[in-house]
């Protein structure tokens, strides 16, 4: 009776765990991530997503001093502010696992047909200003996020540890709505 008990109390300990999840689909609960398995996929993952992300907040934070577009300077702001936290979170696991936070060719780590803006391409949004600012980071960042969807999806499929596979879905799900918002932004400043 004691064991059933037991047990009773840890699957409602489970279901309420799950029921008061967060619904924000950015937020990514962290936990010892040295106890749940991952694999090879966790970690190019991880390290994949790190490099990508460092570059979307790289652009992002230049639209500050650079663009025109109120809409554009606020999606910049929380896609670096997202991104970053989540290059956190992967740093944090990648310490954990024992693993570099970049590895050797890191276009490698990169699934697929990830995109990366050129140095040529990130000089030109840096030479940038104003209304042509706003479409070329637009315009590259819609790239960006395609990418980095790509990305989550490989991880979907192929990852083992949860908060990876938790994280991926958020970006996935997150990197959608925004391509949607910034097609918008795009056809507005284009009318």
């Known amino acids: 009776m004691r064991l059933r008990l037991i047990v009773a109390a840890l699957g409602l300990t489970t279901l309420i765990g799950a029921a008061c999840s967060s619904a924000d ?17 966790d970690v190019r993952f991880a390290q994949g997503m790190t490099h990508h992300h460092s570059q979307a907040v790289e652009m992002a934070e230049l639209a500050s001093a650079r663009a025109e577009s109120a809409e554009v300077k606020d999606l910049a702001e929380r896609i670096a502010a997202a991104q970053a936290r989540e290059v956190e979170q992967m740093a944090a696991w990648l310490e954990d696992w024992g693993e570099p936070g970049e590895a050797d060719g890191m ?43 790509d990305m989550a999806e490989a991880e979907l499929v192929n990852g083992r540890f949860p908060e990876a596979i938790k994280l991926a879905s958020a970006i996935e ?9 910034m097609q918008k932004v795009l056809e507005d400043l284009g009318s």
């Not at 962290?30 to 694999?39: F, I, L, M, Q, R």
């Not at 990366?116 to 819609?142: K, Q, R, Y």
């Not at 799900?173 to 918002?181: K, M, R, V």
């Open 25 to 41: 689909p950015s937020t990514v609960i962290a936990g010892d991530s040295t106890t749940a398995e991952h694999n090879e996929a």
């Open 173 to 181: 799900t997150a990197q959608e709505a925004e391509i949607g918002e």
């Open 107 to 149: 276009d490698g780590i990169l699934p697929g047909e990830s995109v990366m803006m050129t140095d040529d391409d990130m000089s030109a949004l840096e030479a940038s200003n104003g209304p042509e600012f706003d479409v070329m980071f637009l315009e590259m960042m819609i790239l960006h996020h395609s990418s980095a969807v």
